[in-house]
């Protein structure tokens, strides 16, 4: 709370004075550190009629500097101010000479507006005080969520390069197998994406019977006895490919069908998947050639084989239809698949535009339908695009769930207005 006080400001201003009674003008508090040193770097401040310019250093109590053993490490000779919030010891440098002290003081309002905020059981504590803000500001922090998003994914997406080699068409393959399990089935089909190398699709990929065979068998979902000739052709078929590539298939109850809509069954989202990776051989040079949400959408519009029109499972027919990919389901495909893959592209290989298509995409996309970016909606946040709709998802999952209200820049904003979380407003 002190380090926060500190960097923003929110003590009194006039009462700074340091325990010898001089007066201390704060012109710059420093920049953050968050490595090893002092915890303020390049801080400026006026006392005694002269300015100084160096590092600072926060503690809870002045003794914690020798409990952190600073009076022996020469990095802390360049604190020109120690800030305390107690003073139980006179604190000096290496060679003895004392290092001015001020005790700071956390305003009343704000420690209270700091806890009811921390320790409100609210998923959302401030969500009745977002109107307060003007809508610029939000703009501008939903922005920075962003790139904050697209960088975390990034981040998930450097880690799969890593680990295989450096190609994008597994990764690729990987990333969008698993956002096809659509939430409850994410990991699971991740799962499944990783125990079965995109090469052997690939080599397969003439044929609609052995790619399912591929992506049924290695889902388990071919182990058991029926008398429906399609799916005892893809249980001979899973045989002869299970040994050609040295497979090892996965447990079937990791997929869950239970409280599934029938469009969303497991069986469904991997019958539209191998009719995906039929069509295409290299999606991925595909994705970064097209240059407009339809052209991409265009990428996924695929059938699934005609056993498919009658089923939405091996042992349950239903009325022909045929089922294609849905336009919502689309739209998360581009959202949660093509968009991370363009702007972690663009990051690794020196190429900006690339992207900055990306977050054009998510600005041309409609804002994602969830219980997240409707209860921030209801709070006053303007949500008009995927972008905005990611953003949101961002400050629900990094900030709120966190509790990092003080890290947030709606939290900030509402400690700096003195009326906020007065009393007539908790009421």
């Known amino acids: 709370m002190l380090h926060y006080v500190w960097a923003h400001k929110l003590y009194d201003a006039p009462s700074l004075v340091t325990v010898d009674g001089i007066p201390v003008e704060v012109l710059d508090p420093g920049i953050r550190n968050t490595d090893a040193g002092p915890d303020f770097f390049n801080a400026k401040i006026k006392a005694g009629g002269m300015v100084w310019a160096g590092n600072v250093e926060i503690h809870d109590k002045a003794s914690d ?58 998923a959302i504590p401030c969500r009745h005080f977002i109107g307060e803000i003007g809508p610029l500001h939000l703009t501008f922090w939903t922005g920075a969520l962003l790139c904050e998003r697209m960088e975390r994914k990034t981040a998930d997406i450097a880690a799969l390069l890593e680990q295989q080699e450096n190609d994008w068409n597994e990764v690729f393959y990987i990333v969008l197998t698993r956002n096809f ?153 581009l959202i949660n698949t093509v968009a991370p893959m363009l702007f972690a592209y663009g990051q690794r290989n020196g190429q900006p535009e690339c992207s900055e298509r990306a977050l054009r995409l998510l600005e041309r996309l409609p804002a994602e339908k969830n219980n997240i970016v409707a209860t921030f909606s209801r709070a006053g946040f303007d949500v008009r695009n995927a972008g905005d709709s990611q953003a949101l998802i961002q400050l629900k999952r990094a900030y709120c769930e966190t509790k990092k209200c003080l890290y947030c820049r709606i939290g900030f904003r509402l400690l700096s207005f003195p009326y906020f979380l007065c009393e007539t407003c908790r009421a």
């Open 181 to 333: 399990g659509f939430g409850v089935n994410s990991n699971a089909f991740e799962q499944l994406a990783r125990s079965l190398p995109f090469r052997c699709i690939q080599k397969q990929r003439n044929s609609y019977s052995q790619v399912e065979a591929l992506l049924f068998g290695q889902a388990g979902m071919l182990d058991e006895a029926g008398d429906c000739a399609y799916y005892r052709l893809l249980q001979r078929e899973y045989r002869f490919l299970q040994h050609k590539f040295g497979l090892k298939p996965l447990d079937a109850s990791l997929f869950k069908g239970l409280r599934v809509c029938p469009g969303n069954f497991p069986h469904q989202r991997l019958a539209q998947l191998a009719a995906i990776w039929t069509a295409h051989d290299t999606l991925f040079s595909k994705i970064l050639e097209a240059a407009t949400p339809g052209q991409l959408k265009s990428c996924f519009r695929v059938l699934p084989s005609d056993y498919w029109k009658t089923h939405y499972h091996f042992r349950h027919a239903s009325p022909e239809k045929e089922k294609p990919i849905g336009e919502d389901t689309l739209n998360g495909l």
């Open 65 to 122: 500097w020798m409990r952190h053993h600073h009076d022996t490490d020469k990095a802390y000779d360049s604190v020109i101010l120690h800030v305390t919030g107690k003073n139980d010891a006179m604190i000096c440098q290496t060679n003895g000479t004392p290092i001015p002290q001020l005790v700071l003081t956390v305003p009343e309002p704000v420690r209270k507006n700091i806890d009811w905020l921390l320790l409100r059981d609210d």
